[in-house]
């Protein structure tokens, strides 16, 4: 007989796998699904292993085989395992970023009576048993939670296996339905017949959209999808409703096959001819395809360089070794642009992944990429777990975005480290492409262990496309010159100049975490921690400054510690702020604002660039959002109404994310045949991160960076481990935080590990949420997960190996 090692879906069962025996009757192989007993119940899992011997001296067997094609892949299954041992999740919970979407269901128990034993007599069963028999009797089968309704929550399944022992019943276990709806589209149709519907055109005189909009109508074969009449004719609901009401037009509901990509409006497009550098580039990648082993390039090219062509180029000499791709992209560059650039390289052979697509779309993507119908899965980071069978190249574009690092939930994985392990395992090649690489990749790209290739210039369609000439306002000096509002004299003087050019300008506010720390509006200064050199964070309801890393905290000054005016106060502003200061300022100028209260609505982000695009607005007002986005020709002028926000992050990543905002929101000037400019203003002109992002100068930068980096043994020269407790009670966590400190300190002392440090505890930088406090304790050293992993974490604690940004 022979025995499987199996990741159980319970929450019990945490990072181990269980032994059970394979019955001679049932074919198991790893990768499968299986129903497996669990206690007294009933679960999945997933065969990690098969062995001649059990874990265990007694196993018990596997039930049966859910689905007999394995889901997961070898080299997925030995992923797993990693993404386990590495970031210290329940092994199930890295299974589960593997599964099709929907597989985690719920499982049904089923009660259905049986013939009872000859000697039974009813009158030994009490009321509620007799009534629950009846019932399950009368329908023939029940769900458990059919018996629960009747006889309460409580005394249910008692109740139920009262009647299972007396051989009166039986349970059976079905998985919940998947509930995928139908995709429904209203589309529009003439009510009448062409004829009547012209006549009736030339009677509407007095409504002349009504009578385009009819004419339209009658020009076509049939029903049209009301989206594309919206589209093409700009008319509004208005307007379609009046003919529906007039009789004469109507409206339908359309059930349509769900397709990420509509392949209708894409003209396919032919490779381009390669610059020099672009050639040098691929042909490095292609080499490393040939030799069908592991290779990891990162490919430094500021925005507009052509990373995307050589991606292209690249994936299309994979295809042509017979192998597949896998492209991430950030979530927010799942624009349909992003899409159909793909799309038309690949028709038909393109499939999409992100947690925008319905449940339904997201299933038959997945099933359909597991049969090989595609080339290329482009998606966000969970995509680097589709079941792109024969995969050989694997790209991960603007590689240094913080969304590729699952922080919210467990496993808290990279999927860049996620995909890096991939590769190893499959012997694909990976391409790492920034404009603003993290300087992590970058210290290893110096090192050797990744292949550095460059893209220095521009691909400049148009003359004067060059990157755009960045001027750096001191705010400081406005105030001097008793300038008090919002924009300096000469972001100004340009935003009034480009508007009366009709060309388009874009402003660009960072608020994330811009109402936490506070600032003099005088001279700028921001309070920071004497002991870790963090901004201060401001706590609104005890009006107090607390350190997020060491705990150390301040009331507020009266006043500035540096100025000593009194305006130290100064909490930043908003979107919505700036979008009505921008409207008194500039009365004459056509105003869109684009931010995630936008478009968490009903607008998408797609509405609001193809507005601006098609120049019905002026001036685009946005967050981190307008830094990516497409080319946009009209725009001459983007200002960066406060460079600050980031670098007062109370984060180390500080003036990384600094320099990488402002170089992309600088990559969106310029971009035609106009030209272009980019106005900065800050408090801190001579920052390094400001600097060098003014200059577009990514070495000057670095090698500030990674000397600071060096200096304060932080993460590449380090690792870091943050732990975080949550809990009702705040006075409760920071107690827990503080014992958990003391039992990783003697565990240090006793294990004689020299390079481990603790930091903290103090409160997290989002000290509540959901209703619960948080305390964090960070870690910094090496090898952290082999460290942490033997020790036991008590329930209400999470553990984030390489933690990024502030959670
Ligand atoms: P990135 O991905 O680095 O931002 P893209 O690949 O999007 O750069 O290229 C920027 C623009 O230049 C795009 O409009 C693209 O079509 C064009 N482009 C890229 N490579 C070439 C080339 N070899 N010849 C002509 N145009 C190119
Ligand atoms: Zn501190």
């Known amino acids: 007989m022979s025995f499987a090692e199996v990741s159980v879906n319970s929450p019990i069962a945490q990072r181990r796998t269980f032994s059970y025996a394979i019955p001679p009757h049932l074919e198991v192989n790893v990768g499968q699904a299986v129903w497996v007993p669990f206690g007294d119940k009933r679960l999945q899992g997933i065969v990690l292993g098969l062995s001649p011997h059990p874990e265990v001296e007694e196993t018990r067997e596997i039930i049966g085989v859910i689905e007999p094609r394995p889901l997961l892949s070898p080299q997925q299954v030995s992923l797993t395992r990693w993404i386990s041992q590495y970031y210290l999740s329940p092994l199930f919970d890295a299974v589960a970023l593997m599964l099709p979407p929907g597989f985690e269901r719920r499982t049904i128990t089923l009660i259905s009576p049986t013939p009872p034993p000859e000697d039974f007599d009813i009158s030994t069963l009490n009321a509620e048993a007799r009534q629950a028999l009846a019932l399950i009797r009368e329908k023939g089968k029940a769900s458990l939670g059919q018996i629960e309704k009747a006889l309460g929550k409580r005394k249910a399944s008692g109740i139920v296996n009262q009647l299972v022992n007396k051989g009166l019943a039986a349970k059976s276990y079905e998985l919940e339905k998947i509930r995928v709806k139908p995709k429904i589209v209203p589309y529009l149709s003439l009510a009448v017949n062409k004829t009547e519907a012209e006549t009736e055109a030339t009677n509407l005189g007095k409504a002349p959209k009504q009578a385009s909009l009819l004419e339209y109508l009658s020009r076509q074969s049939g029903a049209v999808p009301w989206a594309q009449v919206r589209d093409n004719i700009k008319c509004s609901k208005a307007t379609a409703d009046a003919l529906v009401s007039k009789g004469l037009a109507k409206f339908e509901a359309v059930e349509v096959r769900r397709e990420p990509i509509s392949y209708k409006d894409i003209v396919p497009s032919p490779p381009l001819t390669l610059t020099s550098a672009q050639k040098t580039a691929f042909e490095a990648i292609k080499s490393g395809l040939l030799k069908g082993k592991t290779k990891t390039f990162l490919l430094h090219g500021v925005t507009g360089s052509g990373k995307t062509e050589v991606y292209l180029q690249a994936l299309a000499e994979t295809v042509k070794l017979g192998k597949k791709g896998i492209v991430l992209v950030p979530e927010i560059a799942l624009t349909p642009q992003t899409i159909e650039r793909f799309a038309a390289r690949f028709p038909q052979r393109v499939a999409v992944l992100h947690s925008k697509l319905s449940l339904g779309e997201q299933f038959d993507e997945w099933q359909r990429i597991r049969k090989g119908d595609f080339d290329v899965v482009i998606g966000s980071r969970s995509a680097i777990f589709a079941p792109q069978p024969e995969l050989g190249l694997i790209v991960i574009d603007e590689e240094q975005e913080w969304t590729y690092k699952q922080s919210d939930k467990s496993p808290r994985y990279h999927a860049r480290d996620a995909a890096l392990k991939l590769a190893d395992l499959s012997g694909a090649v990976v391409v790492l492409g920034s404009a603003t690489p993290d300087v992590e990749s970058f210290y290893r790209a110096q090192k050797g262990d990744y292949h550095l290739l460059q893209l220095p210039e521009r691909v400049t369609p148009y003359d004067g496309s060059a990157l755009p000439r960045v001027e750096v306002v001191d705010l400081r000096e406005e105030l001097k010159a008793g300038n008090q509002s919002l924009f300096s004299r000469s972001l100004f003087q340009a935003i009034g100049q480009a508007v009366a050019n009709k060309e388009q300008v874009i402003l660009f506010l960072n608020r994330r975490g811009a109402a936490s720390f506070i600032q003099c509006r005088s001279c700028g200064f921001v309070m920071r921690c004497k002991r870790c050199d963090v901004p201060l964070s401001y706590h609104l309801t005890e009006d107090k400054l607390v350190c997020h890393q060491c705990n150390y905290n301040i009331k507020v000054p009266e006043s500035c510690p540096k100025c000593g005016r009194r305006r130290i106060k100064f909490l930043g502003i908003g979107t919505q702020r ?6 008194y300022t500039f009365p004459q100028a056509r105003l869109l604002r684009w931010d995630s209260d936008v478009t968490r609505g009903r607008h998408s982000h797609d509405e609001i660039l193809s507005k601006f695009r098609a120049h019905r607005a002026d001036i685009l007002i946005g967050t981190q959002m307008v830094a990516k986005g497409l080319d946009l020709p009209l725009v001459t002028l983007v200002g960066v109404v ?30 035609g045949v106009l030209g272009g400019r980019v106005i900065t203003q800050t408090y801190a002109p001579e920052h390094y991160a400001i600097r060098a992002a003014a200059e577009h100068d990514y070495a000057a930068f670095y090698e500030q960076e990674i000397d600071y980096r060096r200096q304060l043994h932080n993460p590449p020269f380090n690792q870091l481990a943050s732990l975080t407790y949550s809990h009702t009670n705040d006075a409760l966590c920071q107690r827990e935080s503080e014992r958990m400190k003391r039992v990783l300190s003697q565990e240090i002392a006793s294990q004689g590990i020299a390079g481990i440090e603790l930091i903290g505890p103090a409160p997290a930088f989002i000290h509540r949420l959901r209703g619960r406090f948080r305390w964090q304790l960070i870690l910094r050293g090496t090898e952290l997960s082999a460290f942490l992993s033997p020790l036991p974490l008590p329930p ?10 502030l959670v």
Request: charged share 25%; proline share 4%; glycine share 16%.
């Open 642 to 671: 406060s460079a600050d926000t980031a670098l007062n992050l109370p984060d180390f990543r500080g003036g990384e994310r600094t320099f990488q905002l402002l170089s992309q929101v600088a990559g969106r000037a310029g971009r």
């Open 578 to 583: 700036l979008e009505q200061e921008v409207g």
């Open 796 to 805: 209400g604690w999470a553990v984030d190996i390489d933690p990024m940004g």
